[in-house]
């Protein structure tokens, strides 16, 4: 079956720009997440939505950051005011809202540079 | 503070050359610990998951087991397939469906 979609695979984008990412889940999964991964900080949490719950943000690194899912399925990160700092390979990731069964499955990223 | 620390940072084997990567952590109410297998350019890709002590799960040629306090990736008879990044990462009780990620193991293994 499909895997975790990402668009675009890779943006390059200049300083102040505002960029947006798509994420399209594997279907059936309640569970999606958005993670950054950077050289000098590993792979970083940044919001998690579970069905028609609040979003838990408590990863988002400052308010140009912004996320929604909608129809409980594709979701959109956005980064408004980008900054060179922002430049990482962003993953999404979906998974069940089971305990016995929670494994995450990532999608390949989407490259931002910011020149 | 939650943390968790993979060791070695990189690991350079030989074609059959065994070895075993570390994932220490230190956390209040584990829930579980992930691994997963990245090769450049890709998301990482689902491995195992263990819930608790004295777990212990296999695939091919790797074989992950659990501690109170750590998590070992064993490598039998490795091959250069098995050249990737090796992350591993928790999950607590307490932080809902989030993982917290080690800085992961760099593995070469040379033909």
């Known amino acids: 079956g499909a895997g975790v979609s990402q668009s675009p695979s890779n943006k390059v984008t200049e300083k102040g720009k505002d960029v947006e990412l798509r994420c399209d889940p594997i279907?059936?999964?309640?569970?999606l997440y958005w993670y950054r991964q950077s050289l000098g900080q590993g792979l970083e949490f940044l919001i998690y939505?579970?069905?028609?719950?609040?979003?838990?943000k408590s990863g988002l690194p400052s308010d140009r950051f912004s996320a929604e899912r909608t129809g409980g399925s594709v979701s959109t990160l956005t980064i408004q005011r980008t900054q060179q700092e922002d430049s990482a390979v962003y993953l999404c990731?979906?998974?069940?809202?089971?305990?016995?069964?929670?494994?995450?499955?990532f999608g390949p990223g989407t490259r931002l540079t910011v020149l | 503070e939650d943390q968790v620390t993979q060791s070695p940072e990189a690991l350079r084997l030989q074609e059959g050359e065994s070895s075993s990567l570390n994932c220490s952590y230190t956390?209040?109410?584990?829930?579980?610990l992930f691994w997963y297998r990245q090769d450049p350019g890709k998301g990482p890709e689902f491995l195992f998951t263990?819930?608790?002590a004295g777990e212990e799960k296999e695939k091919e040629r790797l074989k992950a087991t659990l501690t109170k306090k750590e998590s070992f990736l064993h490598i039998t008879a490795p091959k250069p397939e098995d050249s990737a990044t090796y992350l591993c990462?928790?999950?607590?009780?307490?932080?809902?469906?989030?993982?917290?990620f080690g800085g992961g193991t760099r593995v070469l293994v040379k033909p």
């Open positions: 990731a979906s998974s069940f809202r089971r305990p016995d069964y929670n494994e995450q499955f």
């Open positions: 279907s059936g999964h309640t569970a």
């Open positions: 939505f579970q069905g028609n719950s609040a979003p838990d």
């Open positions: 956390v209040s109410g584990l829930r579980g």
């Open positions: 263990l819930y608790s």
């Open positions: 990462a928790v999950q607590l009780k307490a932080a809902g469906n989030k993982l917290t």
